[in-house]
Nanobody
Framework: QVQLVESGGGLVQPGGSLRLSCVVS????????MYWVRQAPGKGLEWLST???????DYADSVKGRFTISRDNAKNTLYLQMNSLQPEDTAVYYC????????RGQGTQVTVSS
């Protein structure tokens, strides 16, 4: 059974940082392309970042230079390091098996506010 479990969200002030984690199980993680997507209040799912099985990465323009995706295959864990957070980054963040977020975890809330 495929499971994706995100953690690490919370309340942070503008300019702050958070690191999200996603522990996965039920499939061969090391070969799987993985994604982070988010959903802001009242909006649809937004693709943020991709990491391939070989750890090549790609980012949406909205987060490029601020967010970093990474993976630890030994721990079956995906990460998203988020720096210089702004109020517009407030959203529920999901790790996913596809770039549209159809197959995703339960999400973790990130709120950026002073």
């Amino acid at each position: 059974q495929v499971q994706l479990v995100e953690s690490g969200g919370g309340l942070v002030q503008p300019g702050g940082s958070l690191r999200l984690s996603c522990v996965v199980s039920g499939f061969t993680f090391s070969r799987q392309w993985m994604y982070w997507v988010r959903q802001a209040p009242g909006k649809g799912l937004e693709w943020l970042s991709t990491i391939t099985g070989g750890s090549s990465t790609d980012y949406a323009d909205s987060v490029k230079g601020r967010f970093t995706i990474s993976r630890d295959n030994a721990k079956n864990t995906l990460y998203l390091q988020m720096n210089s957070l702004q109020p517009e980054d407030t959203a529920v963040y999901y790790c996913a098996l596809d770039n549209k977020g159809v197959l995703r975890g339960q999400g973790t809330q990130v709120t950026v506010s002073s």
